[in-house]
């Protein structure tokens, strides 16, 4: 990755409120769901699309841990692409914490989320001297325009004034 | 809590804790996550690693929160806990990096159990989770509402 010329990123003071953002789409494969699956979260209804049908959710679906891992991707790509992100590391930080992480309907394979993110708040926390945090509240939207997933996350941004 | 037999959401009680197996941390494992969903240097770049607010090659938050959710998992599945679905994670916080050559494993506790709204076959235990190293520090804890199969249908 050190070979890949990251844009120049911002300072916590240069990130606005009200800010909205859209990530893109991505559309999950059956293979991968199960892949995921396999790994992290061996519920049937995430590994096994026949045994899948007998659960709720009537086949397979995805995990929300894969939405989130999937978001984050999204927001990488999409950081490096608009001059808004990452530079070395110095420049922004972690995420932080996350609230009111929710899904609200079934994910299956060959279904399309878009993800959007939106700052909300900068709360008035200093972190460890020079970092504050940038919350902002992340969605995805399904294939018919359904609300599939939620979560606020603060993420860590280096202040300008120490 | 160890025992053949099914246990559901009615035989689960407030204040009984599980205590989950272990996971070693490497490199490889560190960046095959990170090529596919966190391709952020600190996760995949040692010297860039060493520059950053890490100081070291680390697990995206990501990954620790899937490989929390893998070692919950076993435990439940060990326990026959009849989980049927995922509700919510009202908050979720991350403590400290998890880094190559780290062990991880979690303590789970009872914190919690309801109704689930409309739902007759179910009810929700929320679950309080503390993710640990080997050094016994604290690197991440949530709080996971997970719905856990009724052996009684009642009404919704």
Redesign the interface.
């Known amino acids: 990755m050190s070979d890949v010329s990251f844009l120049r990123s911002r300072w916590f003071e240069d990130i606005p409120v009200g800010e909205f953002h859209v990530f893109g789409s991505y559309t999950f494969s059956e293979q991968e769901i199960i892949d995921f699956g396999k790994l992290y979260t061996p519920q049937v209804y995430h590994t096994d699309p026949d045994a899948a049908l007998d659960t709720r959710y009537r086949g397979l679906v995805v995990s929300k841990w894969h939405i989130c891992a999937i978001w984050m991707r999204q927001m990488v790509d999409y950081m490096e692409r608009y001059a808004l992100g990452v530079e070395d590391g110095r420049r922004n930080g972690a995420g932080v914490r996350i609230e009111d992480l929710e899904q609200f309907v079934p994910v299956k394979s060959g279904h399309t989320l878009t993800f959007s993110h939106e700052i909300v708040e900068k709360p008035d926390k200093v972190i460890r001297d020079k970092w504050g945090i940038i919350r902002s509240r992340n969605e995805a939207f399904n294939h018919r325009g359904a609300l599939a997933l939620r979560f606020y996350i603060d993420i860590l941004a280096e202040r300008t004034q120490k | 809590m160890a025992t053949p037999s099914t246990l559901y959401w009615e035989d689960i009680d407030i204040g009984q804790e599980l205590e989950t197996g272990l996971l070693d941390i490497d490199a490889p494992g560190i960046r095959g996550?990170a090529e596919?969903?966190?391709?952020?240097?600190?996760h995949?770049?040692r010297?860039?690693?060493e520059?950053?607010?890490?100081g070291g090659l680390c697990a995206?938050?990501?990954?620790v929160?899937?490989?929390m959710?893998?070692l919950v998992?076993?435990e439940l599945?060990k326990e026959n806990i009849a989980?049927?679905?995922?509700?919510?994670?009202?908050?979720?916080?991350?403590y400290r990096?998890v880094f190559e050559g780290d062990t991880i494993s979690a303590h789970v506790t009872i914190a919690d159990k309801s109704a689930a709204d409309g739902e007759a076959d179910c009810g929700l235990i929320g679950f309080d989770i503390e993710v640990h190293n080997q050094k016994g520090k604290k690197v991440m804890a949530?709080s996971a509402y997970l719905m856990i199969q009724k052996k009684e249908v009642g009404h919704v």
């Open positions: 996550f596919k969903f966190d391709p952020q240097p600190y995949l770049d010297d860039a690693a520059a950053s607010l890490f995206s938050g990501w990954h929160s899937a490989m959710m893998k998992s076993e599945i989980l049927i679905g995922s509700k919510k994670v009202p908050w979720l916080e991350w990096p949530l």
